[in-house]
């Protein structure tokens, strides 16, 4: 079965930088995902596709303080610099031919 | 400009039916399969229901959630997604947002509407 796990909750301190983790079941281990930033009161917003060899394509305006990359199974997003603007609820999303799926999101606290 | 708005929410009794709209603009509509995601009150994304383009049959996938309640469709002349809610229940509460993806080459929403809130409630 396809799932996205992710750790509900992370927090880093402004200015540092810091690591998501999006870990995709073993069988699925080279499905590409996406990364989205929800704001509070706010719609999604589309970041970056990460492929299972690390390449990534960011959205339009993303800013260049946001990467991915990848390790096995897993699928990272890394915010560098800080700012109290990053404060958000990130989601993993990936897909098959037939379905599209989500990870329960982590909640990023700026400290 | 990419543009996906979504319209037709509102406040409806439960066993009761809605439909929901979704225009795109600012890009050739007819190429992407469109989605619909939902997230309830204080709850993670959830996605719904797509449908592929007409270059795949206009096919559609649903949630198991949603499955035979709710029906997804477009009409690429009027660049519009609808979904269409049927036998509503009070667990469908939640914004609604509307997402396209290029279906061929991968599966990542790269643009979001606003949502459209519907509220499930006697």
């Known amino acids: 079965q396809l799932v996205l796990t992710q750790s509900p909750s992370a927090s880093a301190s402004l200015g540092a930088s810091v690591k998501l983790t999006c870990s995709l079941t073993s069988t699925y281990s080279k499905y590409a995902i996406a990364w989205h930033q929800q704001k509070p009161q706010k719609g999604p917003r589309y970041l970056m596709k990460i492929d299972s060899d690390g390449s990534h394509a960011k959205g339009d305006g993303v800013s260049d303080r946001f990467s991915g990359s990848s390790s096995g199974a897993e699928r990272y997003l890394i915010i560098s610099s800080l700012q109290s603007g990053d404060e958000a609820d990130y989601y993993c999303?990936?897909?098959?031919?037939?379905?599209?799926?989500f990870g329960g999101g982590t909640k990023l606290t700026v400290l | 400009e990419v543009q996906l708005v979504e319209s037709g929410g509102g406040l409806v009794q439960p066993g009761r039916s809605l439909r929901l709209s979704c225009i795109g603009s600012?890009?050739?509509?007819?190429?992407?399969?469109i989605n619909w995601v939902r997230q309830a009150p204080g709850k993670g994304l959830e996605w719904v229901a797509f449908v592929r383009s007409n270059s795949y049959g206009a096919t559609t996938e649903y949630a198991a959630s949603v499955i035979g309640r709710f029906i997804i469709s477009r009409d690429d002349s009027k660049t519009i997604a609808y979904l269409q809610m049927n036998s509503l229940k009070t667990e469908d509460t939640a914004v609604y947002y509307c997402t396209r993806d290029p279906y061929d080459s991968s599966g990542a929403f790269d643009s979001w509407g606003r949502g459209t809130l519907v509220a499930v409630s006697s």
């Open positions: 999303q990936t897909w098959g031919t037939d379905i599209r799926v």
């Open positions: 600012g890009f050739t509509f007819s190429n992407y399969a």
